[in-house]
């Protein structure tokens, strides 16, 4: 058995926090990722990085934020440097089966091993490149990729993505990958190497096409009502972000929640929960296909997603905001070399461990690397949060989470938010999310909360700064190269000569640090 743990990494896309029933959300059917939170550790507030799939994932994998990567959006991240390239330097071997969103997307990074699939309804054909390997799956087997039904289908907008899969099961793109790193795991042999492997889900992101034995599992299945909000108290962005997608004639995406009725919102969060379902029995395959192997008794799992989905939260569709039912996802943490139980061994009494500090997507790349008793870059924005995974009561990691997708910033403590429009300064988004954590009362510039907005607006800049600086070396494309921060300086740092006290009296909350080397911002 290798001395490395495995590690297994399985992503979903587009999935929400509230979507485990072990974590407290009745309205789930989620049997394995039950069984997985009560072995593992779930974090009940961890963030992603990136509101949109490819700003979510190049930030989780390079570790490093949009503003020193420049990937902001729909934009190229294969050549950026990544925690991936440590892991395989240092004897790992490395496999993605599913979504990664590498872009260009058929770029090897530093997997020894991929098999690509993306959007089911990304049109690779129609823009002259080879297809996807679900795309030739279909084709081999005499079906077509489902594309441009908002063309075809005049009840397309009232259905709201809500479609079910039409196929035999097998040929569903999610029961695909998991399928295939089923089939994959079959025959790898480790040859004492150790293993990361990176399962990408397609789902739920829409269409909400789930199998139809699944969708009949939530017939009576009561789903949580959308919030509702009067967007016009909010930047001209969130109606603009309506309009388009309700309007848009290029895409099957096309969606307008603004005016449907409850029975319709309801009835589309049936099909997207009940794609959930199917994922979690893939899950449930792929685990048991680890213990088959003999894999994973020496495996840490992790379990997270890219970024969830407003699912007609305050009349919106899909992401890109900056609402928690987009930024915040779930996460959870199984060491198998720890268990307190096995995959398959039933045992009903185990409790779920929930840990509620903030923790962001930019945190796993760290951990993963502590995982696998590997050195860590200098470059990496995050922080490892291997060593509290078995605390009672962890200390807190940092003291905000960050989101950067397009011209918005978001920086979130446990108790506010504030969103920074780029070019658009004079408008915003703050909300006190102890009296409003479903965010519909903004408070940017209100007078009684402009003290809580000049304080997250320094954090905000501080952070900002304070990672520029640190990536300076990347931007110049010499990572070692020496800067003076984080080095213990009494140039740099007068707390080398006895003077942190009066550098925290002069500090404005939330500033004040026990030690300025802890960039725990």
């Keep these: 058995m290798s001395k490395q743990p495995n590690i297994l990494m399985i992503m979903t896309d587009q999935q929400r926090y509230d979507t485990i029933a072990a974590l407290g959300h009745d309205h789930m059917i989620t049997p394995n990722l039950d069984r997985l939170a009560g072995l593992g550790t779930s974090f009940s507030r961890c963030f992603t990085a990136g509101a949109t799939c490819i700003s979510a994932r190049a930030a989780l994998f390079t570790g490093q934020y949009a503003h020193n ?34 872009e260009p997307r058929d770029a090897g990074q530093a997997f020894h091993h991929r098999l690509v699939v993306e959007n089911p309804t990304t049109d690779f054909l129609g823009h002259n490149q080879p297809d996807d390997a679900w795309g030739r799956f279909l084709t081999d087997h005499g079906y077509e990729r489902p594309l441009d039904r908002h063309l075809e289908d005049e009840q397309w907008q009232q259905r709201c993505q809500a479609v079910p899969w039409h196929l035999p099961e097998a040929f569903h793109s999610d029961v695909f990958i998991g399928d295939q790193a089923c089939a994959w795991l079959e025959n790898w042999e480790a040859n004492n190497q150790p293993l990361f492997l990176q399962v990408g889900f397609v789902g739920p992101h829409e269409p909400y096409d789930p199998i139809e034995r699944h969708l009949s599992l939530y017939d009576q299945q009561q789903m949580p009502s959308a919030t509702k909000a009067a967007i016009q108290n909010k930047p001209v962005q969130h109606q603009a972000h309506q309009y388009f997608n309700a309007i848009r004639p290029d895409h099957e995406s096309q969606i307008d929640l603004s005016q449907q009725p409850e029975s319709a919102i309801a009835e589309m969060r049936r099909h997207y929960c009940a794609k959930l379902t199917t994922i979690d029995e893939k899950i449930g395959q792929l685990l048991e296909t680890m213990e088959a192997k003999n894999l994973l008794e020496n495996t840490v799992v992790i379990f997270t997603s890219d970024h969830g989905d407003m699912l007609g939260d305050q009349g919106l569709p899909y992401k890109w905001l900056m609402y928690d039912a987009v930024t915040r996802v779930p996460l959870i943490v199984w060491d198998a070399r720890q268990s307190r139980g096995s995959w398959t061994q039933e045992n009903k009494s185990i409790s779920v461990t929930a840990q509620s500090n903030l923790v962001s997507h930019m945190d796993i790349g760290p951990t993963i690397l502590d995982i696998a008793n590997i050195e860590k870059p200098n470059w990496l924005d995050g922080f490892s949060f291997w060593n509290q995974l078995n605390q009672d009561q962890p200390a807190e990691l940092r003291q905000a989470v960050y989101c950067q997708d397009n011209y918005l910033t978001m ?50 800049w501080t952070w900002l700064s304070r990672s520029n600086y640190r990536n300076a070396g990347l931007k110049t494309r010499n990572i070692q190269e020496p800067v003076l921060w984080p080095q213990d300086s009494p140039y740099l740092h007068p707390s080398a000569l006895g003077m942190l006290d009066l550098l925290n009296e002069q500090a404005p909350e939330p500033l004040k640090q026990s030690t300025p080397l802890e960039d725990n911002l």
């Design 69 to 102: 990567t420049g990937v902001y959006s729909f934009s190229d991240w294969a050549h950026q440097p990544s925690w991936l390239q440590s892991l395989r330097d240092n004897g790992y071997y490395l496999a993605n089966i599913g979504k990664m969103h590498l």
């Design 411 to 460: 920086v979130r403590t446990k108790t506010h938010k504030l969103v920074w429009y780029s070019f658009a300064e004079y408008a915003g988004e703050l909300y006190d999310l102890t009296q409003d954590p479903n965010e519909t009362n903004n408070l940017f510039n209100a007078p009684e909360s402009l003290a809580v907005q000049h304080s997250l607006t320094v954090l905000l």
